[in-house]
């Protein structure tokens, strides 16, 4: 089954500390895996895809077929990070995208 | 371009009354996709429509809920005879091309009373 997971539904850290929100993924063959962003009163919207293997906003994310996890980092939090992030994988049809719950971040001052 | 037009942006209904929720995607896309998202959940996939068919219904409850994407107009997603438990925010989201990131509306927030 295709399945995303992110385990932690808050995750609050003080400004300039890094931070790791967790997605791991259940998908048999090669995985196109995403991460996208709701600030508050906004739209959701892309953050970032595993295959530009781009830095958006001084956040990374890394897909590691082993432990089937594309977590996003970022070393220095800052307080305009804080929104809800959606981990997302594209099903094998190539269509749909199939999301985690989501993980809220509050970074505090 | 003002994006992914959604509404309204809020719906009342009482039980038993039909609600629909309008979507028109971003201007040369067609390819639509309806989420739900339920209280304390993730979104949830309902349906994938190109225009005029119907591509991946598999999110779909199997009564009650359709869905269209007409060839002129916005896509429709339509309740029937709603129940306290279809109170949720439903998402539309659009893509020029299949594989394409996703561009999102506002959502409706639907409310059964």
């Known amino acids: 089954a295709q399945r995303v997971t992110q385990p932690e539904k808050l995750l609050s850290v003080f400004k300039g500390a890094p931070v790791e929100l967790k997605c791991n993924y259940s998908?048999?063959?090669?995985?196109?895996l995403f991460w996208y962003v709701q600030y508050s009163r906004q739209r959701l919207q892309l953050l970032l895809r595993?295959?530009s293997r781009e830095s958006i906003k001084g956040f990374t994310a890394d897909l590691n077929k082993g432990e089937t996890s594309f977590h996003l980092k970022k070393p220095f939090a800052q307080e305009e990070d804080s929104a809800m992030y959606y981990c997302?994988?594209?099903?094998?049809?190539?269509?749909?995208?199939?999301f985690g719950q989501g993980t809220e971040l509050s970074v505090k001052p | 371009n003002a994006g992914v037009m959604q509404n309204p942006r809020h719906l009342v209904r009482r039980r038993g009354q039909e609600a629909r929720l309008r979507c028109s995607p971003v201007?040369?896309?067609?390819?639509v996709y309806w989420y739900r998202q339920l209280p304390e959940e993730g979104l949830k996939f309902m349906v994938y429509?190109?225009?005029?068919?119907?591509?991946?219904e598999s999110g779909m409850p199997k009564e009650r809920f359709s869905a269209e994407f007409p060839k002129e107009g916005p896509s429709i997603l339509r309740i029937q005879q709603v129940v306290r438990g279809d109170s949720a925010a439903y998402f539309c989201?659009?893509?020029?091309?299949?594989?394409?990131?996703?561009?999102f509306g506002s959502g409706t927030q639907l409310s059964v009373l």
């Open positions: 989201a659009s893509s020029p091309l299949r594989s394409e990131k996703l561009f």
């Open positions: 595993h295959i």
């Open positions: 429509l190109q225009k005029e068919n119907i591509i991946d």
């Open positions: 201007k040369g896309h067609s390819h």
């Open positions: 997302a994988l594209r099903d094998n049809q190539g269509g749909k995208l199939i």
């Open positions: 998908y048999s063959g090669s995985p196109e």
